[in-house]
């Protein structure tokens, strides 16, 4: 299989699980549990382990997100907008990844549950300033960021567990070179003479 089909690949299938399990999560909550003042999403998690594992890609999954959570609530046009665009302020994280070195990050718990929750500040504020620049107030803007403590949890434990898990949480590159450099049985392989 070439890297390019594999990365098509792995993006489909990450862009998949995310409107899945975002349409569920949003429609389980507007539907049997609407009075409930806190939201859960896992927009944040998976953008951020594609961040981690293909760069700049992830802003499909970010917008993806929006679009799902908005669809699945049944938003308003504008809402899409400020979700959509607000999610795309999530790649500032790039600026993290690049700053302290992505394996730097995976091999660190604490610096991988940093990298989580600056994702979600960072879509959060997005939000935020996406519905000031459309005219919504201040203190209805500091919404975005009181109704998501429950998704900073589950998007800390998500990236946590998912750093556990071998290539998971891995830029895809480097994750495939090491696999080639190890055969079947995990030892290192010999070089043909």
């Not at 070439?2 to 699980?17: N, P, Q």
């Not at 975002?22 to 927009?43: G, K, M, N």
């Not at 899409?80 to 665009?85: A, D, E, G, M």
């Amino acid at each position: 299989m070439s890297f390019e089909r594999y990365r098509a690949m792995d993006l489909s299938a990450f862009a998949l699980m995310l409107a899945i399990s975002e349409t569920l999560i949003v429609t389980a909550a507007t539907r049997w549990f609407p009075d409930q003042l806190y939201t859960v999403s896992v927009t944040a998690a998976v953008t951020a382990i594609v961040l981690m594992r293909w760069g700049a890609a992830a802003a499909v999954h970010a917008v993806l997100g929006g679009a799902a959570y908005c669809l699945a609530a049944r938003a308003e046009p504008g809402q899409y907008l400020i979700y959509c665009l607000g999610n795309l302020f999530s790649l500032g994280s790039l600026l993290l990844l690049r700053r302290l070195g992505g394996e730097r990050i995976r091999n660190d718990s604490f610096l991988s549950v940093l990298f989580a929750l600056c994702t979600l500040f960072l879509m959060q504020l997005g939000r935020a300033a996406a519905a000031l620049a459309m005219g919504h107030d201040a203190r209805g803007c500091l919404g975005f960021f009181t109704t998501d403590l429950l998704s900073a949890l589950f998007t800390a434990l998500i990236v946590w567990i998912a750093r556990r898990l071998d290539g998971i949480f891995e830029d895809q590159k480097h994750y495939l070179l090491r696999l080639h450099e190890t055969d079947a049985w995990g030892g290192e392989r010999e070089e043909m003479r």
